[in-house]
T-cell receptor, first 111, second 117 residues
């Protein structure tokens, strides 16, 4: 049973436009959410996180939105750059250091 | 600051053999977690060690085990290898703080690619 779902396996966006990556979760015990970026042959790199007491967190071009009632979070990248092309993983934890990951969304930013 | 290092980077084994993978966390990090990444299942949590004790365990068979040393370095062992154990094994370290908003931020190593023939 997948507790964290990323329903779009891939996404293509024009350079300079907004990229929106979505993630849904089913476990209401999750209280901390993270986004990771992964390039081929490398480990995931932490991007941005949000705790369940907030509904938005910004870090430069990256903003994460959390809608607890819908059990949904999204990552916005504005403006998108070719270097952002990678696989993005959504992850969640429930008061522990065990992260539950989604299966990832491959983002392609077209110059 | 040096990142998380994992050795070896690539490994080929045959069914029935056992394998040991090593992970050195970022200096000062005392928590080490292990994950298995496969194309079909994505990233799945194996276990977490903190202060030489296993704190959390994922849903994997007992053939998968680990340990952590006093210098926070960790090893993962898989016995009686099966074809389905072929995967990228990732190690992640964290500070395991309690007050910072980023307390769950984990830093990943490049992984060990294990192929079982």
């Amino acid at each position: 049973d997948q507790q964290v779902k990323q329903n779009s396996p891939s996404l293509s966006v024009q350079e300079g436009r907004i990229s929106i990556l979505n993630c849904d979760y089913t476990n209401s015990m999750f209280d901390y959410f993270l986004w990771y970026k992964k390039y081929p042959a490398e480990g995931p790199t932490f991007l941005i996180s949000i705790s369940s007491i907030k509904d938005k967190n910004e870090d430069g071009r990256f903003t994460v939105f959390l809608n607890k009632s819908a059990k949904h979070l999204s990552l916005h990248i504005v403006p998108s750059q070719p270097g952002d092309s990678a696989v993005y993983f959504c992850a969640a934890s429930a008061r522990s250091y065990q992260l539950t990951f989604g299966k990832g969304t491959k983002l392609s930013v077209i110059p | 600051k040096a990142g998380v290092t994992q050795t070896p980077r690539y490994l080929i084994k045959t069914r029935g053999q056992q394998v040991t993978l090593s992970c050195s966390p970022i200096s000062g990090h005392r928590s080490v977690s292990w994950y298995q990444q496969t194309p079909g299942q994505g990233l799945q949590f194996l276990f977490e060690y903190f202060s030489e004790t296993q704190r959390n365990k994922g849903n994997f068979p007992g053939r998968f085990s680990g340990r952590q040393f006093s210098n926070s370095r960790s090893e993962m062992n898989v016995s009686t290898l099966e074809l389905g154990d072929s995967a990228l094994y990732l190690c992640a370290s964290s500070l395991r703080g309690t007050s910072s908003e980023r307390h769950n931020e984990q830093f990943f190593g490049p992984g060990t690619r294990l192929t079982v023939l």
